[in-house]
């Protein structure tokens, strides 16, 4: 695993626009940086990324299906106890997912270790299956990487794949597509997904979070205007009834929304589905712990009720339960707190894993070290891809930079 320099493609900005990725630049600072670009071996990333990440999700599955039957773990996880009956059934029914993303620490040799899975809502999803691709093809074509460059990146393929499956079961189901506003990062990747769905075949919709309502569902072979029947549904800002919705926003959020008694008894059918509220959750990794002690891909993880178990463990990860794009996310060390990051979250708990730091790689040209993250993409229990993060500091947050990958 090596950091190499490359000179960025001329025009790629203007390039970036015309594709639609309006936020390789946030609030003035480099998000998209093609500057260098990670070089892999075939091996280390089918020996050391995509077989561990498959198994790894395997590993997450086994934890729901414990979780969902003991109501002491569901308190553990913070589902809300109103919520319990469907977040089982949700399971129990196998309600199908699109896709999720383990963050792995790697550094090219040894064992990648598990940080958390984005079971419920990843995003750099557009970055990882379409731009990073572009890049690589480009510079391929320009003559500045060698023919035989390749990407572990069949996320796009994988995507309108499962898209087409997804559909199946009901072929003639429109797609509401949905995030928050004033998220440009979020809109373009519901936009890609969108994209994906629309060449499945899908008919799609977009709706904000914000303008979702509630309505009267319809009868069976009546109009879909909403105010034709009887039954309680989820419905978008031009009144219309909502049966599938991706929603880009996390299940703890749904479970706050006004909204949310009406979650289990409305015909709406989520991607990701309910289930999903568990893999996502920060207690999944103690959880992991103690059903794979000592497996070489976990990181020893304790509830706070169990850190008497973590005595022996000089340097500690505080996460919160809820935590996302590293906020409020502190390290231990001999019980003094040497780095942490702000954020919203920790009102539910946390859970501690054992200090693993990400690997640091120099750059030269800028005189600053990086730690760099891995983001390892499945799609219908498969791996799918790969993406890398990278920051002078050593949590990974939302501004981290994104940079492309090419296996040689």
Known sequence: MLRRPIAPRINWQQQAIEYGFKFHTMYGQTYWDESAYYQFTLDQVERDIEAPTEEIHQMCLQVVDKVVHDEQLLRKFCIPQHKWDWVKASWQKKEPSLYSRLDLAYAGQGHAKLYENNADTPTSVYETGFWQWLWLQDNVDGGNLPRSSDQFNSLQEKLVQRFYQLKQSQPNAELHLSCCKDTEEDRGTVQYLADCATEAGISTQFVYIEDIGLGSNVNEGASKNVN?????????????????????????????????PHLANSDCRFIE?????????????????KLFPNHPNLLPAFFEDELHLASDIPSLVKKPIFSREGANISIIKDQQEITASDGPYGEEGYIYQATHLLPKFFDQESNRTNYTLIGSWLVDDKAAGMSIREDTNRITQDMSRFLPHVIV
């Open 228 to 260: 034709a029947s009887s039954k309680l549904c989820f419905t978008d800002n031009n009144n219309q009834v909502i049966d599938w919705l991706f929603k880009l926003y996390p299940w703890e959020f749904m479970f706050q929304e006004e909204y949310h």
């Open 273 to 289: 589905p309910a289930w999903k509220s568990i893999i996502s959750n920060k207690a999944l990794l103690p959880m992991l712990w």
